[in-house]
């Protein structure tokens, strides 16, 4: 099997809805684990991938019982020379007094143990958008004389 990523990641979009429910949670760090090794993330830069998504979904899907959303949309997209992660986390109407400073305060209260939160909070954008709480970063995508050295 080749470590070459199997699509060309300037056109690659992948999207995944998961229901906010802690059941979901293993299997969506196992489908992030894929994804990022076909984006072409090798070692360290995979951990940090994993994360960042951790911090962005798993916290949320750890502490499902006690969360305000339904569902959570993670789409990954390939930019010329990063990957876009942008999460929305979806209420269904049940709060619709959220403000726009709500997911970013909840993922701060959920992560104050992680030590990186902050140096990773710090290139999020959060926003709200059509009464959707989102948040969007990106991550440098993994250079093609790295990986041709990886083969």
């Known amino acids: 099997m080749s470590d070459k990523s199997p699509f060309n990641a300037h056109d690659a ?3 995944i809805e998961l229901p906010c429910d ?3 949670l293993q299997m969506f760090e196992q489908f992030t684990l894929k994804v990022s090794q076909s984006f072409g993330y090798r070692g360290g830069p ?3 991938f994993s994360q960042l998504i951790s911090g ?3 916290t949320v899907l750890k502490a499902s019982e006690l969360m305000p959303f339904s569902h959570l949309s993670v789409e990954l997209s390939a930019l010329e020379k990063a990957l876009a992660v942008r999460v929305e986390y979806h209420t269904d109407g049940l709060d ?3 403000s726009s400073q709500r997911i970013k305060h909840v993922l701060n209260t959920l992560n104050k143990e992680n030590v ?3 140096e990773m909070a710090n290139s999020f954008e959060f926003s709200y958008v059509d009464g959707v709480d989102c948040c969007t970063v990106a991550l440098p995508l993994p ?6 050295g990886n083969q």
């Open 13 to 15: 979009c992948l999207k």
């Open 22 to 24: 802690q059941r979901f």
């Open 46 to 48: 995979v951990d940090e």
């Open 56 to 58: 962005l979904t798993g």
């Open 96 to 98: 619709e007094n959220v």
């Open 116 to 118: 990186n939160w902050n």
């Open 143 to 148: 250079q093609n004389d790295e990986q041709a």
